[in-house]
């Protein structure tokens, strides 16, 4: 049996994905989470063949749990299933060592083989992505993404730097430098670019 756990924020779906795969005889649900940090909890714990999970979550994003699973050396494989078909993206889950990038609009039947095929060592990505996830660099730093993320949240620079630990002109000189290399007028547009690109 691969044993598979879910983690998604979105109940409905998150039950539907665990519905849909346990009717496969070969596969089995291990656990389901609603956030990152539920999601490596269980993975720790259970050890699941496959973690199957969505990129935006609370507490940990997809990219970061798979990353967080591989630096801890886990047999787990990670396949993320998003919505989004942006080559940034599915080149920083690479960068990850995600096992699989696949859409949410792939049908049931394409998933259970994805799953099956990841198991026996497989990478599978979404069609069309692949070729493109090495065309466009992504000049950010993760410390200049993560402030971009909590600007493009509402926070000024003040609250940042206390959120982050911080110093306020520390603050200001990455986001000017994420606005830069992004050729943006502002730190709500250089989110914005960023988060188009695939690379926030």
Excluded: C
């Excluded at 970061?64 to 920083?92: C, H, N, S």
């Excluded at 730093?141 to 982050?164: K, Y």
Aim: hydrophobic share 45%.
């Amino acid at each position: 049996m691969i044993r598979v756990a879910i983690a998604e924020d979105q109940t409905m779906l998150r039950d539907a994905l665990a519905t849909l795969l346990s009717l496969e005889s070969d596969i089995e649900i291990a656990g389901a989470a609603g956030s990152g940090r539920e999601a490596l909890d269980l993975v720790r714990q259970h050890k699941p063949d496959i973690l199957l999970t969505d990129i935006e979550m609370p507490g940990l994003t997809g990219l970061e749990l798979a990353a967080q699973i591989k630096r801890d050396g886990l047999p787990t494989r990670t396949l993320i299933v998003t919505m989004f078909d942006r080559p940034g993206y599915l080149r920083r889950a690479l960068e990850a060592g995600v096992s699989g990038y696949l859409l949410k609009d792939t049908p049931s039947t394409e998933l259970a083989d994805a799953v099956r095929r990841i198991a026996a060592g497989e990478r599978v990505l979404a069609p069309g992505l692949a070729e493109q996830a090495w065309s466009a660099e992504d000049p950010l730093t993760d410390t200049e993404r993560r402030l971009l993320r909590l600007a493009e949240a509402g926070m000024d620079s003040p609250a940042i730097a206390e959120a982050e630990g911080l110093a306020r002109g520390t603050v200001r000189n990455y986001l000017h430098s994420a606005i830069s290399k992004l050729g943006a007028a502002n730190r709500i547009e250089a989110a914005r670019l960023a988060r188009e690109r695939g690379w926030l």
